[in-house]
């Protein structure tokens, strides 16, 4: 299953740096190895203040009549975000959410299995836009304040950029990355997302001072 791709990479490990090619090995060794093997994640949460938070822009009342509507679910190993016609505010349904849905994204921060002391390893953002091929994201239950579904996707690229490196981590203004600093590897990892989590209701404020979930 293809998905599209965007760039933002994440810690999972910090040293002293390690040799590109060494890192390029380990992207390449850990595709191979795990190539058709599929993943699942099973994400579930009991606090709703851990859940599928509101974000909001800055300066923006978020109701029914914004542009739009975006959950957030933000832990160690995952940034999973669902968005919506707002709507979906003044109307929270399986049935409103299922038709309303606009894109569901997720940007894995972990990869369990693949380590790399003094790189940031992990996979690229992937956006399932409703409508299109790739959308294979399921809203199965709304229950209780709790959204419930799953997401059918794969990883298609590993990335990894050193940390151990000042000319990595804070390259002079204007000045483009080493080469060394990065190693790419591509992938086809299955990945199932099972999600049980509390969905925020109500409105957001971001108009005056800053609040949890604005900007």
């Known amino acids: 299953m293809k998905a599209l791709l965007f760039g933002i990479l994440v810690v999972i490990a910090v040293g002293c740096g390690a040799p590109q090619n060494v890192v390029q090995e380990q992207l390449e060794s850990f595709a191979a190895e795990q190539e058709g093997k599929e993943r ?5 949460e009991t606090e709703p203040a851990k859940g599928l938070i509101i974000r909001c822009p800055l300066g923006v009342l978020c109701d029914e009549h914004s542009d739009y509507r975006r959950y957030a679910y933000d832990t160690q190993g995952i940034y ?16 409103s959410l299922r038709e309303k849905s606009r894109f569901v994204s997720y940007e894995l921060k972990e990869v369990e299995g693949l380590r790399a002391a003094g790189w940031r390893i992990g996979t690229r953002s992937v956006v399932h836009r409703a409508g299109d091929a790739d959308y294979q994201v399921q809203f199965t239950e709304l229950r209780d304040g709790r959204l419930r579904g ?6 298609v690229a590993l990335t990894g950029l050193r940390t151990g490196d000042s000319a990595c981590t804070h390259p002079l203004q204007d000045a ?5 600093c990065a190693a790419s590897a591509s992938a086809n990892i299955p990945l199932r997302i099972l999600f049980d989590l509390p969905i925020q209701t109500g409105v957001l404020d971001c108009r005056g001072e800053r609040k949890p979930g604005c900007g």
């Open 176 to 180: 483009s990355l080493p080469e060394d």
């Open 40 to 44: 699942l994640l099973d994400l579930r």
């Open 150 to 155: 799953e997401i059918h996707t794969a990883i």
């Open 80 to 95: 999973l975000a669902f968005s919506f016609d707002a709507a979906v505010v003044t109307d929270m349904t399986l049935e």
